[in-house]
């Protein structure tokens, strides 16, 4: 019999924003007895705000709380996402995509890239791009659900979404609190700790008022009020790796509603584009380092495909990772456990994996060591996989047009990073890693993109007598004509879910 008398019954957020409503709302959707959620934010205190693409998984979380796309796209002035489109980053001039889906389907003992290779270096092929259904819609800006017909290449393709965060916290704020959440409007003066453990027990408002806890969940951005300000947890620092320090963001007018978004290298950092119903959100990513404030302002705003809405908003981080995630009775979840550019829009999707591993390793008031030891572990696992997967976009450059560019490609990397690359380099393989949220067809379109090209086939190729060439071709025929079938993205939005 369970021990009812060991089951937390009050858990507390520390922290609104998309991190801590998206966690409210997961947690008001699994636990619906006997335990209540307090979330404690202020309206004085403003949240980043930039996570507004997405990568498929967060479909999964949608699902999980039962929300209607539809609903979910018309309330966030939300669009849909096939991919990243990358300008300038292997070299000046050069761009790429990195799809969600595959690359056809298998057919052949060989991986598609490797007859793919071949081909290419016989001249018979076209770019990499041009074999995904993702790019094959993204590129004549259409949009449709994929097929459920296995059979059909339209289900080869994935899609994720850009949205406002500020809109989707809203709405999962009301989905939350229709569930029983309680949210407190206030500032945080002090943090109680047992004296002995060092277990958070309360926080003490600006206002007087005590909030009690059993379980804390810091949702309180960079400032990491609990995990870091009060326990002290410490910080990987990964600067030396990833030296973008500063963001520029502003919203503009509307140019066109891409399906995709785009990132567009600078000489010392990026620019992303991001579509939604209602404006457009960019920002220039860069490293103090290597370029002034005042230029990266100036790169920003001469680099708009529409009239600018506001100001350029300013922004300061530090790339690198909590220690712990997890310790004691408090659980980082979201920006306070740590930074990592959204280059591969992955910001979001940190807050997700973070509320899923909760759930899977949900403890009771002993908090036993050996089940916060495994979520630090496969916590830390996937934020260094996600890690070495930005890091590869950087190193992989042929640019040397600027101090930063070359500083990248010269840079010691990790030996997890460096084996990948190796192994690609030599054979074109892609190694799968434990945790790792991007899989080999995402590997493969980085990897061709910053022009990591293999140095030999696959040797099984060569014992193979199948036309690969042949197949390409059919395949690219048949991508191009299935994406000329579906109706634009306008048009897909404008009849399902074009906001108010």
Known sequence: MPDDSRKIQRIVILGGGTAGWMTAAALSRSIDRDCSI??????????????????????????????????????????????????????????????FGSYGRPFDLVQIQHHWQRAHQEGKAASLDEYCMAWAAAKLGRFEQPSPDPRSVNSTFLYAYHFDASLYARFLREFAEARGVRRIEGKVRSVAQHHVSGFIEGLHLEDGILVEGEMFIDCSGMRALLIEQTLKTGFDDWSHWLPCN?????????????????????????????????????????????????????????????????????????????????????????????????????????????????????????????????????????????????????????????????????????????????HFRHYGRILPGELDIFGPNSWLAVHIGQLNWPRRNDPLLGYRSFNGTGYLEQLRRTLEGAAQKMPTHQAYIDRHCRAS
């Open 38 to 99: 307090t979330l404690v934010e202020s309206d004085d205190i403003g949240t980043i705000g930039v996570g507004e693409a997405t990568i498929p998984p967060i479909r999964i979380f949608n699902d999980m709380l039962g929300l209607n796309e539809n609903e979910f796209i018309r309330r966030t002035q939300g669009t849909f996402k096939l991919g990243i489109q990358f300008v300038n980053w292997g070299k000046a001039g050069h761009r790429y995509f990195h799809p």
């Open 246 to 422: 500063r963001a520029l963001a502003v919203p503009c007018e509307n140019a066109d509603l891409a399906p995709y978004t785009r990132s567009t290298a600078h000489a010392a950092g990026w620019q992303w584009r991001i579509p939604l119903q209602h404006r457009t959100g960019n920002g220039h990513v860069y490293s103090s380092n290597f370029m002034g404030d005042d230029e990266a302002a100036s790169i920003l705003m001469n680099n708009l495909d529409g009239k600018a809405l506001a100001e350029p908003r300013p922004i300061r981080f530090t790339a690198g990772c909590r220690k712990l995630h997890w310790n004691r009775n408090v659980i980082a979840i979201g920006l306070s456990s740590g930074f990592l550019e959204p280059l591969e829009s992955t910001s979001i999707h940190l807050i997700q994996a973070g509320i899923s591993k909760l759930l899977a390793y949900f403890p009771d008031k002993d908090f036993d060591p050996i089940v916060t030891r495994e979520f630090n572990r496969v916590a830390i696992a996937e934020v260094e996989r996600i890690r070495d997967f930005i890091i590869l976009h950087y190193h992989l450059t042929e640019r040397d047009d600027s101090e930063m560019w070359r500083y990248c490609a010269h840079m010691s990397i990790p030996d997890t990073l460096q084996y990948k690359i190796d």
